[in-house]
């Protein structure tokens, strides 16, 4: 493997004190009808009933997450999770003008899901599976990240380490906005905006990393193909150093030992579409936890996650018709070979996904656990804004990372998430400013 | 400019964990030892006559078939003398390795990271890293009596740009702690 920059790399090197110098069949899975029903609870000996139900590649590795005492609570099946109707709307008014362009871009996407899913064929159409991301990508998922508490833990084989991280996750959209009050700016929340999201979390423990804070901006031009598109810029203020430091980055996507996660593993894919070729490999019904009727932190920091410390299987699971595809990354760099995420149809939320080492081997699980807005104690974290009386978001509270090959893994827990926006377009400008990372600090 | 430090890894901390090797002709493997499992990785890399030195932690997958086994690497380094260089950087790969009685030798292939903020420690969450060169290292060793393996690493990177210092040295001790991924550690027995 080359270095991605070896001429710059060489540069820097020099100034070092040491040595410078120079094909897919469609798997559609069809196990009948299940078993259970709404109200039944799983425990570890009824745990066979559901195989049917689950990814393979999760059943294989069960033993990280079924265990004597858990008490799986079977919810309704196909409940709708579907997204408000400012959002519908927009898919009606604008899908048949957003398309396909080279290197699986995104061209003239104004707001709403780019391609309608009951019109993607899985089967039939060879750009299902780029169609099917791009609605991933843009999926509802309201327009901010108002205040999420986050709290980052590290596992192993079923050992809590001693290194966390705790804090705050704010964010917010900045174009694409499907309310009528965004009509006149084509979407932007500023008149031609060329950034798409902002976002970044400031990290208030422990100690000696109390103060970090991150922005990035993701640009609308990342819709595009490679040679068009800007890289992600991210500033980081660095509280030893009282200094910002800029970062631009085409992709995030390394592993390293004591983070499972690469960067774009947040939500099962958190990347950019045009940096991987896609395939859509199968329809299939799933058992997944789509709306966890027990908190976790900040609310309840005591909940059982099982013996491995990576576990939702003591929470309700829901039935759910989901769809897989495949992501083949186009840069040799990327540690995957190739990585499969299931996705809820009705959500487009992500349920599972598999990353493959270089050589095809399993290596990492990632999983999630979600919160309905429908739910009464969310809908008070978790409110409606202007032309959005009702959220209705079925979102990610939590994100699990196994490493199947060592045992290690990470757990994201962030269980009172709110999407709602910024209430005002002044606190949208503080929250963007690069300058406020190192206000009041 | 913001990227050269974070450039300035030593890479010569760089070490690798497994290998392929050649039997030697007429070896037999009468009494091969039982090496499959998880092993943390313990080591450090030093450079004669230069003040850095970094400690390595991490984890080593080792499968067996016989006397053949493939590997799994991902460790970090974690600076603790010296000055030059990004503060830590991850190591992630695999290898091959052969075994010979109690002696083995092998190669693997392993791919830098650093943080692009090198005053952050490579395992920080949401911080931007960076891919760094990939580096293809010798291993050779020993199994103890006890099962551990100690290891003496020798790297060197692959494409232009970049040369190792000489007088590195890297050895590593392994100290097999699961035989698979889902063997829960042993929790402390209440008083």
């Given at each position: 493997?080359?270095?991605?920059?070896?001429?710059?790399?060489?540069?820097?090197?020099?100034?070092?004190?040491?040595?410078?110098?120079?094909?897919?069949?469609?798997?559609?899975?069809?196990?009948?009808?299940?078993?259970?029903?709404?109200?039944?609870?799983?425990?570890?000996?009824?745990?066979?009933?559901?195989?049917?139900?689950?990814?393979?590649?999760?059943?294989?590795?069960?033993?990280?997450?079924?265990?004597?005492?858990?008490?799986?609570?079977?919810?309704?099946?196909?409940?709708?999770?579907?997204?408000?109707?400012?959002?519908?709307?927009?898919?009606?008014?604008?899908?048949?003008?957003?398309?396909?362009?080279?290197?699986?871009?995104?061209?003239?996407?104004?707001?709403?899901?780019?391609?309608?899913?009951?019109?993607?064929?899985?089967?039939?159409?060879?750009?299902?599976?780029?169609?099917?991301?791009?609605?991933?990508?843009?999926?509802?998922?309201?327009?901010?990240?108002?205040?999420?508490?986050?709290?980052?833990?590290?596992?192993?084989?079923?050992?809590?380490?001693?290194?966390?991280?705790?804090?705050?996750?704010?964010?917010?959209?900045?174009?694409?906005?499907?309310?009528?009050?965004?009509d006149d700016t084509e979407g932007d929340v500023?008149?031609?905006?060329?950034?798409?999201?902002?976002?970044?979390?400031?990290?208030?423990?422990?100690?000696?990393?109390?103060?970090?804070?991150?922005?990035?901006?993701?640009?609308?031009?990342?819709?595009?193909?490679?040679?068009?598109?800007?890289?992600?810029?991210?500033?980081?203020?660095?509280?030893?150093?009282?200094?910002?430091?800029?970062?631009?980055?085409a992709q995030r996507t390394d592993a390293v030992?004591?983070?499972?996660?690469?960067?774009?593993?947040?939500?099962?894919?958190?990347?950019?579409?045009?940096?991987?070729?896609?395939?859509?490999?199968?329809?299939?019904?799933?058992?997944?936890?789509?709306?966890?009727?027990?908190?976790?932190?900040?609310?309840?920091?005591?909940?059982?996650?099982?013996?491995?410390?990576?576990?939702?299987?003591?929470?309700?699971?829901?039935?759910?018709?989901?769809?897989?595809?495949?992501?083949?990354?186009?840069?040799?760099?990327?540690?995957?070979?190739?990585?499969?995420?299931?996705?809820?149809?009705?959500?487009?939320?992500?349920?599972?996904?598999?990353?493959?080492?270089?050589?095809?081997?399993?290596?990492?699980?990632?999983?999630?656990?979600?919160?309905?807005?429908?739910?009464?104690?969310?809908?008070?974290?978790?409110?409606?804004?202007?032309?959005?009386?009702?959220?209705?978001?079925?979102?990610?509270?939590?994100?699990?990372?196994?490493?199947?090959?060592?045992?290690?893994?990470?757990?994201?827990?962030?269980?009172?998430?709110?999407?709602?926006?910024?209430?005002?377009?002044?606190?949208?400008?503080?929250?963007?400013?690069?300058?406020?990372?190192?206000?009041?600090? | 400019?913001?990227?050269?430090?974070?450039?300035?890894?030593?890479?010569?901390?760089?070490?690798?964990?497994?290998?392929?090797?050649?039997?030697?002709?007429?070896?037999?493997?009468?009494?091969?030892?039982?090496?499959?499992?998880?092993?943390?990785?313990?080591?450090?890399?030093?450079?004669?006559?230069?003040?850095?030195?970094?400690?390595?932690?991490?984890?080593?997958?080792?499968?067996?078939?016989?006397?053949?086994?493939?590997?799994?690497?991902?460790?970090?380094?974690?600076?603790?003398?010296?000055?030059?260089?990004?503060?830590?950087?991850?190591?992630?790969?695999?290898?091959?390795?052969?075994?010979?009685?109690?002696?083995?030798?092998?190669?693997?292939?392993?791919?830098?990271?650093?943080?692009?903020?090198?005053?952050?420690?490579?395992?920080?969450?949401?911080?931007?890293?960076?891919?760094?060169?990939?580096?293809?290292?010798?291993?050779?060793?020993?199994?103890?009596?006890?099962?551990?393996?100690?290891?003496?690493?020798?790297?060197?990177?692959?494409?232009?740009?970049?040369?190792?210092?000489?007088?590195?040295?890297?050895?590593?001790?392994?100290?097999?702690?699961?035989?698979?991924?889902?063997?829960?550690?042993?929790?402390?027995?209440?008083?």
């Amino acid at each position: 493997m080359m270095p991605r920059s070896t001429g710059r790399l060489a540069a820097v090197l020099c100034l070092s004190l040491l040595a410078p110098a120079s094909a897919f069949a469609a798997e559609d899975v069809a196990p009948g009808a299940p078993s259970f029903k709404e109200g039944d609870v799983i425990t570890i000996d009824k745990i066979e009933s559901i195989k049917p139900f689950l990814p393979p590649e999760f059943w294989d590795n069960r033993d990280f997450f079924f265990y004597e005492g858990m008490s799986m609570e079977i919810g309704p099946s196909f409940a709708d999770y579907s997204p408000p109707p400012v959002y519908k709307e927009a898919t009606k008014k604008y899908s048949a003008q957003a398309k396909l362009g080279p290197e699986n871009s995104l061209e003239s996407y104004r707001a709403g899901q780019p391609f309608p899913m009951e019109s993607i064929d899985c089967k039939a159409d060879p750009q299902a599976g780029a169609k099917i991301a791009w609605n991933f990508v843009l999926r509802w998922e309201g327009f901010g990240w108002g205040r999420a508490s986050f709290y980052y833990s590290y596992w192993d084989r079923g050992e809590e380490l001693p290194l966390f991280y705790e804090g705050v996750s704010q964010g917010t959209s900045l174009a694409f906005r499907p309310e009528p009050q965004y009509d006149d700016t084509e979407g932007d929340v500023f008149r031609g905006e060329k950034r798409y999201i902002a976002s970044g979390p400031t990290v208030n423990a422990p100690f000696d990393a109390r103060g970090i804070v991150l922005l990035t901006y993701r640009y609308k031009s990342s819709f595009g193909p490679k040679a068009e598109a800007k890289n992600d810029d991210t500033w980081v203020y660095v509280p030893t150093l009282r200094r910002v430091r800029r970062i631009s980055s085409a992709q995030r996507t390394d592993a390293v030992s004591g983070t499972d996660f690469t960067f774009d593993d947040l939500f099962s894919f958190n990347g950019v579409v045009p940096q991987y070729e896609w395939k859509c490999l199968g329809e299939m019904d799933l058992l997944a936890p789509m709306n966890s009727k027990i908190e976790g932190y900040p609310v309840e920091k005591d909940r059982n996650f099982g013996p491995y410390g990576l576990s939702f299987a003591d929470d309700r699971w829901e039935l759910r018709h989901a769809v897989k595809i495949r992501f083949i990354p186009l840069n040799a760099d990327h540690p995957y070979k190739h990585k499969d995420i299931y996705i809820d149809k009705n959500s487009m939320e992500p349920m599972y996904s598999f990353a493959y080492d270089r050589k095809g081997e399993l290596w990492k699980l990632i999983w999630h656990n979600h919160r309905w807005t429908g739910d009464p104690a969310y809908s008070k974290i978790y409110k409606g804004w202007e032309n959005v009386p009702d959220p209705r978001d079925d979102t990610v509270v939590s994100d699990v990372v196994v490493n199947v090959q060592t045992g290690t893994g990470n757990r994201i827990e962030f269980w009172d998430r709110s999407l709602e926006p910024m209430d005002s377009v002044g606190k949208i400008r503080r929250f963007i400013d690069v300058g406020r990372l190192t206000k009041g600090r | 400019m913001f990227a050269s430090p974070l450039r300035r890894m030593t890479l010569a901390l760089v070490a690798a964990f497994a290998a392929q090797a050649v039997l030697p002709a007429g070896a037999v493997a009468e009494d091969v030892p039982d090496l499959a499992g998880i092993y943390e990785l313990v080591g450090e890399t030093v450079v004669e006559g230069q003040p850095d030195r970094f400690a390595i932690s991490g984890k080593l997958v080792l499968r067996q078939n016989g006397n053949d086994c493939t590997t799994i690497v991902e460790a970090a380094m974690r600076r603790t003398g010296g000055a030059s260089g990004p503060s830590s950087a991850a190591l992630i790969g695999t290898g091959e390795m052969t075994l010979t009685g109690r002696k083995f030798s092998g190669k693997a292939e392993l791919q830098s990271l650093v943080s692009q903020v090198p005053e952050l420690d490579v395992a920080a969450p949401f911080t931007p890293r960076s891919v760094g060169p990939v580096l293809h290292s010798v291993t050779e060793g020993e199994v103890l009596a006890d099962g551990t393996l100690i290891l003496e690493v020798r790297s060197d990177l692959v494409g232009e740009g970049f040369t190792l210092p000489e007088g590195r040295k890297t050895t590593v001790k392994a100290t097999r702690v699961a035989r698979k991924a889902t063997d829960l550690k042993k929790k402390a027995s209440a008083p």
